[in-house]
């Protein structure tokens, strides 16, 4: 099994700014493709923006589509998710999955290894 580690969550106002990392333990992380997930309290979990392995591929969530950029550092091991203008909506559990080689979309069947989360709180 793949271990991957967010980093990065915290407190925001709205408005603000979040960078978040997922690290890879282990393995090469360039070498799948990756996922961002949010789950909110109550909510089921949703997909947010994925990269593909190259790099050369990416997507994002409508709702997110605009604010958030998808990146990854094969130097660093690292797939990082910029968050720029954040909301009170976006306040949940990220998660990153690594899975396949192609950003494919979001179906959570695709990505077999998860992290633990990071807390995103976007608040006043």
């Known amino acids: 099994q793949l271990q991957l580690v967010e980093s990065g969550g915290g407190l925001v106002q709205p408005g603000g700014s979040l960078r978040l990392s997922c690290a890879a333990s282990g393995f090469t992380l360039g070498s799948y493709a990756i996922g961002w997930f949010r789950q909110a309290p109550g909510k089921e979990r949703e997909g947010v923006s994925c990269?593909?392995?190259?790099?050369?591929?990416?997507k994002y969530a409508d709702s997110v589509k605009g604010r958030f950029t998808i990146s990854r550092d094969y130097a660093k091991n690292t797939v990082y998710l910029q968050m720029n203008s954040l909301k009170p909506e976006d306040t949940a559990i990220y998660y990153c999955a690594a899975g396949g080689v192609y950003c494919s979309g979001y179906a959570e069947r695709v990505y077999p290894d998860w992290g633990q989360g990071t807390q995103v709180t976007v608040s006043s």
């Open positions: 990269i593909s392995s190259s790099g050369g591929s990416t």
